[in-house]
């Protein structure tokens, strides 16, 4: 799970020019479907159309493709472990994102960057 949660930091604290909006767009979005699959099909297309429309800078969108196809390859054929997986990533990304702290790879150098060293 912890690599979940790097993926969510990376994706968040490299998400310079992109609104909040789009943020919790993308997190209804996923909520939005029952089935957790349909869920992940659904917000990747999500994220290749803002991506598009430049709602989602172009790199940005591409990382946090990657990371959803990571998760959905990893957890297909456990839809509880992929709901669990997605929204931690989600919860991850949001809550990095709004912490300003920019450019970090991963959890721990986030939590460095957060403490001032």
Known sequence: MSEIIDWGVEAGTNSQGLDKTTINN???TFYGEEDVVKGVIITQLYVARQRGRDEIPFKLGSLIMEHISKIYDKYKD???KLRESMEMYLMAFKWSYESKI???RN???FVLKASGR
Do not use: V
């Open 102 to 104: 920019r450019n970090a």
């Open 26 to 28: 993308l997190i209804s």
């Open 107 to 109: 959890f721990n150098e």
């Open 78 to 80: 456990d839809k509880e």
